[in-house]
């Protein structure tokens, strides 16, 4: 296993996290076969383990920490997130002082830890001041429930307005950000990367295999496999158009040409760079961990970059005037 510090921070974690987003807890058929994934992710050197407290509604935060309760917990970088709903009631949800602070305390029950590693605000909440939960996120700090804390999927004015309220009321700093990043979509390139290296911030990127769509299970004139995530999930039904179909053909050329698959192939390629800390990957088998792991030591030729951005279109955005 290799391992990347959280940029500024010196906390190290593998360049390869395993998710719960994904794992199947609905019977004891998909436990086993979950907890397997956790096994041999940890025997593999994987020490960063993702959650939330909106998976499953509870049921994936209480699975993971029954499953990592067997290993010593200094080895284990252990993150959870708020915001979704955890109830009916009407603070049950977003990033008020009140549900952060009780959103917490149930995940690190179901956790069954004294502290997390990594809190994340699972997205922005427009409706609470700035101010009110970076208080509530250095706090937890300060009383030890957390020792870092991220965002996950805000606009990168969102997070230079968070850091002048951090500058502004002497707060613990951020430290990290969880958005989505993927070869179809790139967003974090125009801006966010820029924004993080300004403010050393660890990029731990979610959906690396964009759904699914770059694992190679789905290719142009065949039938979506049975059981896969396609015959249930509108993300990634939605992403199944031939246009796209067509680009994934081209990549799985392009993985095929250094003896690689698809999915080590689009991994491999976002870890090339160096901001980029952890991929956060679901993996509800084992042999799909194991296939990830490969990522690790596949090196692809500089030419292949170029070859990609003019595959899928991409053009970093500069506005130019004159």
Same mark, same amino acid.
């Given at each position: 296993?290799?391992?990347? $510090?959280?940029?500024?921070? &010196?906390?190290?974690?593998?360049? %390869?996290? @395993?998710?719960?987003?994904?794992?199947?807890?609905?019977?004891?058929?998909?436990?086993?076969?979950?907890?397997?994934?956790?096994?041999?992710?940890?025997?593999?050197?994987?020490?960063? /383990?993702?959650?939330? =407290?909106?998976?499953?509604?509870?049921?994936?935060?209480?699975?993971?920490?029954?499953?990592?309760? +067997?290993?010593?917990?200094?080895?284990?970088?252990?993150?959870?997130?708020? /915001? /979704?709903?955890?109830?009916?009631?009407?603070?049950?949800?977003?990033?008020?002082? !009140? $549900?952060? /602070?009780?959103?917490?305390?149930?995940?690190?029950?179901?956790?069954?830890?004294? $502290?997390?590693?990594?809190?994340?605000?699972?997205?922005?909440?427009?409706?609470?001041? @700035?101010?009110?939960?970076?208080?509530?996120?250095?706090?937890?700090?300060?009383?030890?429930?957390?020792?870092?804390? &991220?965002?996950?999927?805000?606009?990168?004015?969102? %997070?230079?307005?968070?850091?002048?309220?951090?500058? !502004?009321?002497?707060?613990?700093?951020?430290?990290?950000? +969880?958005?989505?990043?993927?070869?179809? =979509?790139?967003?974090?390139? $125009?801006?966010?990367?820029?924004?993080?290296?300004? @403010?050393?911030?660890?990029?731990?990127?979610?959906?690396?295999?964009?759904?699914? #769509?770059?694992?190679?299970?789905?290719?142009?004139?065949?039938?979506?496999?049975?059981?896969?995530?396609?015959?249930? +999930?509108? +993300?990634?039904?939605?992403?199944?158009? =031939?246009?796209?179909?067509?680009?994934?053909?081209?990549?799985?050329?392009?993985?095929?040409? #250094?003896?690689?698959?698809?999915?080590?192939?689009?991994?491999?390629?976002?870890?090339?760079?160096?901001? %980029?800390?952890? #991929?956060?990957?679901?993996?509800?088998?084992?042999?799909?961990?194991?296939?990830?792991?490969?990522? @690790?030591?596949?090196?692809?030729?500089?030419?292949?970059? !170029?070859?990609?951005?003019?595959?899928?279109?991409?053009?970093?955005?500069?506005?130019?005037?004159?």
């Amino acid at each position: 296993m290799k391992y990347r $510090h959280l940029v500024k921070q &010196g906390l190290q974690v593998s360049e %390869i996290a @395993l998710g719960s987003w994904m794992t199947d807890v609905s019977d004891s058929k998909a436990q086993d076969l979950a907890a397997q994934s956790i096994k041999l992710a940890y025997e593999n050197g994987v020490n960063f /383990f993702d959650c939330a =407290d909106a998976y499953s509604g509870g049921a994936a935060e209480r699975f993971l920490g029954k499953a990592l309760k +067997q290993y010593d917990r200094k080895e284990l970088i252990i993150s959870s997130k708020v /915001f /979704f709903p955890t109830g009916d009631g009407i603070n049950d949800r977003g990033l008020s002082r !009140k $549900h952060i /602070f009780e959103s917490v305390d149930q995940s690190l029950k179901n956790l069954q830890t004294d $502290h997390l590693d990594l809190y994340f605000a699972h997205r922005f909440d427009p409706e609470t001041p @700035l101010e009110e939960t970076l208080q509530a996120m250095s706090d937890l700090i300060d009383q030890g429930k957390i020792l870092y804390y &991220g965002v996950s999927e805000w606009r990168p004015v969102q %997070i230079l307005e968070a850091q002048l309220v951090i500058q !502004k009321l002497g707060l613990h700093p951020m430290s990290v950000v +969880q958005p989505q990043y993927n070869m179809f =979509d790139r967003y974090i390139e $125009h801006e966010l990367i820029d924004v993080c290296d300004k @403010l050393g911030l660890g990029i731990v990127p979610f959906s690396p295999l964009s759904q699914g #769509l770059l694992t190679g299970k789905y290719r142009k004139g065949q039938p979506i496999p049975a059981g896969s995530r396609a015959t249930y +999930q509108d +993300q990634i039904q939605a992403l199944l158009t =031939d246009e796209n179909l067509d680009k994934v053909e081209a990549l799985i050329k392009m993985a095929e040409s #250094l003896d690689t698959d698809l999915a080590t192939f689009a991994l491999a390629w976002t870890l090339r760079k160096p901001q %980029i800390t952890s #991929l956060i990957t679901g993996a509800s088998k084992p042999a799909q961990l194991k296939n990830n792991l490969k990522a @690790l030591d596949l090196v692809i030729p500089e030419s292949y970059f !170029k070859q990609i951005d003019e595959l899928l279109g991409f053009k970093k955005f500069f506005r130019v005037i004159g």
